[in-house]
């Protein structure tokens, strides 16, 4: 629902986005929506990500327990208080970039708009969700400070309609961005790759003690002819065991195969809408003014593990 | 990904995929010990990540190059599964290396 409620939220942004377009015919201001526009876009794809990957830490939290249920090791309060505090960390860079959107919409919005007007509640809310981030190895007090400075300056150039400083400003911040992924990545995909393996292990046990009906694997046979099979016995789930094993280890390969791509074209997305912010705040043209081809591994990537 | 967060996410991998089967094998007791040593790998993997440490420190890496090196063993003894308590005698001295990887991290 919420997920439902932020897709709304991003369509209306861009709906105000192309108004803004429409409303004006300066070329740098052109070039600045546009390169909103791809700003907005990547951010939430940004989000999804993360959306994504808090998913997963939630999907291994219920693992664990199911884990032990099964008689498997016991899942102890402090282990899950750590799981817990990274499902955290992963909420609150959604939340990041949630408002990261509505500080490019105001960017967009800058000439003839009552963007000015909004955008410090948004920034403000920016820079406590900055604030709020965990401060670890990825992402240090300094560059925590650049982009406080950043949102900052980014408020003050909307206030005065300064189009160029705000981008100077929005330039500012996404390089921090884009240094903050880059140094998480190898703990994204880490996050990605046990989650495989913990769904992989909890199912392998359940497939050696024989709990596991293995019907899909025969509808090939079956469906054809508009058959059901029996339910299974025995001998026929031991007969399938090594199919069914098969499977799960290739679907599991599949989800760590997938996030390191999704994370690979997250990072080049990123990578490309701050170049071509940078474009905008040192007045440069924009070359390119579709947004990047590489948001739709990482969106696609994203919708899929949210709905497992 | 670093070379800390590698051997501590192998470590713990290779555990989690090996429970299964290694609790076929073993006596009461033994499950005991494989369970303990299950749930501290678990532990100092989310424990480290929960943390995010740096990988600049010389003795974390000093231990993620030895942890690496039981990791290499004990897949290798894994792969063979005819002295399960050799397995775990393995998998006690990598955790013993993998705790107090975290342990260094915390204090970070």
Known sequence: MEQQGFQRFCRMILVLVVCMFAATGCKTSTDARAAAMQLTATAKALGDYYIALESMVEKSDQLYTLQEALGGAGYDAETRQHVLNVKSEMGKRAALSRTFISIAASFAGLSGSTAATDVPASAAKLEAQVESLKVTGTLSQNQQSLMKGALELFVRAVQEHKERQAAAAIDSFTGALVQLVANEAGLYDSLGSQYATLAQAVALSQIRKGRVDPAALLKPAFEPFSLTALPADQELREQLRQPMEQQIAKKAAAIESGQKEATMALNASLLEMAQRVHRVATDQPLAIDTTPLTLEIVEAWAAKIVAL | ?108
């Not at chain 2, 090996?18 to 501290?40: F, H, P, T, W």
């Not at chain 2, 480290?48 to 003894?77: I, K, P, T």
């Open chain 2, 1 to 108: 990904m670093t070379d800390v967060q590698q051997t501590l996410l192998a470590t713990y991998k290779t555990l989690q995929l090996q429970e299964g089967m290694l609790r076929a094998a073993c006596s009461i007791e033994q499950a005991k010990v494989l369970d303990e040593n299950y749930s501290a790998a678990r532990k100092a993997y989310w424990e480290y990540m929960d943390r995010a440490f740096q990988n600049n420190d010389a003795e974390v890496e000093a231990l993620a190059v030895q942890l690496n090196a039981v990791n290499g063993e004990l897949s290798h003894s894994l792969e063979q599964l005819n002295n399960i308590n050799k397995v775990l005698e393995k998998i006690s001295a990598a955790l013993a290396l993998g705790i107090k990887l975290a342990a260094r991290a915390a204090v970070l």
